[in-house]
């Protein structure tokens, strides 16, 4: 169907209630789920469940621009971690039927398309995680407007945050304005989980490699690695090294050197991620749930303080400025 032969002439239009003083269902049933961070519903809440006529002086243009898009990121926010929740439980759940030798020794039963159906959740609960945090960006740059060096609105790059997190916070001049005091505290409060040390120290950019891998060369690209306790229970491993071509070690017997031997051990520990595959993700859950509680919190706080604050004139020009308009109409 094109465009043209649909009805263009509309006589009416169907809206959502302009004004709401209960929650959406779906937001309910996120909240009541417990797949919500709790800040993200309170944020809602305080929005008057996102009415239209219930913008703050600070986000409220004419056109109802900023609200609207405020909307937009929370809306996001709870349609991400729906995601990650739904995906995290079918991953754990099909990887748990994936074939391997322990099971097959044991009697126990397996699935063969449990691995195939497992590489996918994956991949979407990665996805989801990277959208929380992109939005979480995104929040913070419509706020707190040019207080974030290179964080710009409409960009959804927490990479940004990432970079301004990893640098001493400078040194405010004497007089400090809100927008600023906000940033300093969500500097200190998210510094400590995104640029993590010891056995986490790098969580993140690791986190981001493997999206990116997904996403652009697919899953055939992954290594993975079963490895079985004493009780003959099999995990999964992956590799902290890209690309990891395990074939290069494969040699003729001929080639090999007399007595030369592999310390194993040491090998894997070098080469592979030291918690199972099950175990990591729920840990980078857990991480992403912690920055989005913390960052969506203080800018719920900043929503209440500047309520009566001048029009964000800032926040209108950069989205004006990351906004697209594509030529395309259709395919011919």
């Keep these: 169907m094109r465009i043209d032969g649909c009805e263009l002439a509309v006589d009416a239009v169907h809206l959502a209630p302009l004004q709401r003083k209960a929650p959406e269902d779906d937001w309910a049933a996120a909240r009541d789920s417990g797949a919500l961070p709790g800040a993200v519903y309170l944020f809602y809440q305080k929005t008057?469940?996102?009415?239209?006529n219930a913008a703050p002086r600070y986000l409220n243009d004419e056109a109802h621009v900023l609200f609207s898009y405020l909307g937009m990121l929370l809306r996001g926010l709870k349609e991400s971690f729906a995601e990650t929740e739904e995906t995290l439980a079918a991953f754990v759940g099909e990887q748990s039927h994936v074939y391997d030798p322990g099971k097959k020794a044991k009697g126990e039963q397996w699935d063969s398309d449990a691995d195939w159906k497992a590489r996918r959740h994956w991949r979407h609960c990665l996805f989801a995680l990277h959208n929380s945090l992109d939005l979480v960006a995104d929040l913070a740059a419509l706020m707190l407007t040019g207080v974030i060096p290179r964080l710009r609105l409409g960009k959804a790059e927490f990479t940004?945050?990432?970079e301004w997190l990893k640098e001493p916070l400078k040194t405010q001049g004497r007089l400090i304005t809100p927008a600023q005091d906000v940033a300093a505290r969500l500097h200190a409060d998210l510094g400590c989980l995104v640029v993590s040390?010891?056995?986490?120290?790098g969580w993140l950019p690791y986190l981001r490699h493997l999206r990116n891998k997904a996403a652009h060369l697919g899953d055939a690209t992954f290594r993975e690695f079963g490895l079985h306790d004493k009780n003959l229970d099999f995990y999964v491993f992956i590799p902290r090294i890209w690309p990891l071509i395990w074939e290069q070690e494969i040699k003729p017997h001929s080639k090999t050197k007399a007595g030369a031997k592999t310390n194993m051990p040491e090998a894997l520990r070098k080469t592979l991620i030291h918690e199972d595959i099950?175990?990591?993700?729920?840990?980078?859950?857990?991480?992403?749930?912690a920055i989005v509680e913390c960052g969506?919190?203080?800018?719920?706080?900043?929503?209440?303080?500047?309520?009566?604050?001048?029009l964000n004139r800032a926040a209108l020009e950069e989205l004006d400025g990351s906004s697209s308009r594509f030529t395309f109409e259709h395919f011919v």
């Excluded at 008057?48 to 239209?52: A, R, Y």
């Excluded at 993700?281 to 857990?286: K, L, N, P, Q, S």
């Design 48 to 52: 008057m469940f996102l009415s239209f």
């Design 160 to 162: 940004r945050v990432e």
């Design 197 to 201: 040390k010891g056995s986490e120290r």
């Design 278 to 289: 099950v175990s990591f993700t729920r840990g980078a859950v857990a991480k992403v749930r």
């Design 296 to 310: 969506v919190q203080l800018m719920s706080d900043y929503y209440t303080q500047s309520s009566e604050f001048p």
